[in-house]
């Protein structure tokens, strides 16, 4: 369900969450301009986006696997 409000949502809140641990200057902002991309995606049928969410997911998991794998080869 991490995907489920889109990929815009997630990436605003993942900035917000690095401010909030001083990662990132409390004025910092994404060099990305999402707007014509999140209006493409609100413009999607809810099952359509139900499919985007669980392929987001699906790679999500598939990198999270490769890194934990590439982790053990190099230790």
Do not use: C, H
């Not at 099952?47 to 669980?54: I, L, V």
């Amino acid at each position: 369900g991490m995907y489920d409000d889109g990929p815009f949502v997630l990436r605003k809140k993942r900035l917000e969450t690095q401010r909030q641990l001083g990662i990132l200057p409390l004025d910092a902002t994404s060099s990305i301009d999402d707007t014509a991309s999140e209006e493409e995606w609100n413009k999607l049928t809810s099952t359509k986006k139900a499919y985007s969410a669980k392929s987001m997911e699906i790679y999500a998991a598939m990198v999270d696997r490769m890194d934990f794998a590439l982790g053990r080869v190099l230790d």
